[in-house]
């Protein structure tokens, strides 16, 4: 009876159709919510030998984005929908995307609708070749060509060259990925609070492969990545992924150190040679503020690493849900595993485990 079922489960296995999950959070996208449903059935059209389910995470969001976007989904459509309790941030959301999905890979989108149709079928096809991460980066920017668009790409390619991450890691940055089950069931087991989701991706290892495409405008509203939180991430992936900071506040220590031993010594030649006093002030007010300044910046660089070690050891979870709402649910033989990253409390409410 055992080797009958087993044999049934491979038939089975052998047989299903792969479900894929597409991920997409949101935040305030009420404009966009028609666009991404119109896309979800592109998507299903294009690769009609595939499942979908589309997973909306909703971070907080005060425009009705999560019920206009179940208003407008079709008939047939296999949604999950989060809500989340307040604004979390968008790497909360796709982390809370890969906890809730329940496909054999999923492929994030954003909800602002800048990636075109034939990126879903080209990810498909790498995975398909055995690619268990598929990064895709910007051949074309949308973004305005200006300081912060040149900031952003000096911003990845330092990472990319002084982090842990393998060399697969595209130094452009990655926009979208597809990730396999087992990648997503790595990264569901990571605890960090503070994350870039894309290098935990990375991180995992497996095999990496990349895509370019061109990045097109938003068609309503403004995007609500804002400096703050470009600044947090830069903090967040240098901090979880590099050593270099502290490097650089030691090197940074040393340097200073050894200008303030110089410009000292100079004063006090100086004024041997023209038998002459040496400032005094001068020189007091020079070393305290030399010293005071090499021993704030390092104090405030280890602080980064104190208070995020600091944010973990609390133990809050990197996300609530408010609200979780299945659509059309996908059968048992359709699903991959799904993984128990996602608890319900006693009083409805989920939230990301640690």
């Keep these: ?36 449903v119109e896309l ?40 999950r929908v989060a809500s989340f309790s307040r604004n979390f941030g968008s790497h909360a959301g796709v982390s809370a995307g890969f906890a809730l999905c329940r496909g054999d890979c999923a492929i994030t989108l954003s909800a602002d609708l ?10 498909l096809d790498e995975w398909r070749a055995g690619n268990d991460i598929v990064w895709a980066i910007r051949s074309v920017r949308a973004m305005p060509k200006g300081l912060a668009n040149k900031l952003a790409l000096k911003f990845n390619d330092f990472f990319a060259k002084h982090s842990e991450l393998p060399a697969s890691y595209p ?36 095999r990496q492969t990349t895509l370019s495409f061109e990045q097109r405008p938003r068609p ?36 200073f150190s050894a200008l303030g031993f110089v410009g000292a010594l100079a004063t006090l030649v100086v004024a ?37 070690a600091g944010d973990d050891a609390r133990k809050r979870p990197l996300y609530v849900i408010r609200q979780l709402r299945d659509v059309n649910p996908p059968s048992v033989t359709q699903r991959s595993s799904v993984n128990a990253d996602v608890r319900v409390a006693s009083n409805g409410l989920a939230a990301g485990t640690r």
């Excluded at 592109?42 to 019920?67: H, K, W």
């Design 1 to 36: 009876m055992t080797r009958q079922a087993d044999l049934k489960a491979d038939m089975s296995d052998s047989t299903r159709r792969p479900l894929v999950s597409i991920i997409v959070p949101a935040y305030d996208e009420a404009p966009n919510v028609a666009g991404t």
């Design 40 to 79: 979800f059935h592109q998507i299903r059209r294009s690769q009609p030998d595939v499942d979908f389910e589309i997973v909306l995470v909703d971070d907080g969001s005060t425009d009705n984005t999560a019920d206009l976007f179940i208003a407008a989904l079709g008939e047939d459509d296999v949604a």
């Design 114 to 123: 800048q990636e075109p149709l034939e990126v879903i079928g080209r990810f």
């Design 171 to 206: 130094k452009e940055g990655p926009s979208q990925m597809l990730v396999s089950r087992p990648v997503i069931d790595v990264v569901n087991a990571m605890p960090e609070l503070n994350r870039n989701i894309l290098a935990l991706v990375a991180w995992s290892g497996f």
């Design 220 to 255: 309503a509203s403004q995007s609500k990545w804002t400096t703050s939180k470009k600044i947090k991430l830069v903090f967040d992936s240098f901090v979880g992924f590099s050593a270099m900071p502290v490097f650089l506040t030691l090197l940074l220590g040393v340097l």
């Design 272 to 308: 041997l040679v023209t038998l002459s006093a040496p400032s005094t002030v001068a020189l007091v007010l020079s070393g305290v503020f030399f010293v005071g300044g090499v021993q704030l910046g390092c104090i405030g660089m280890l602080g980064q690493y104190v208070y995020r």
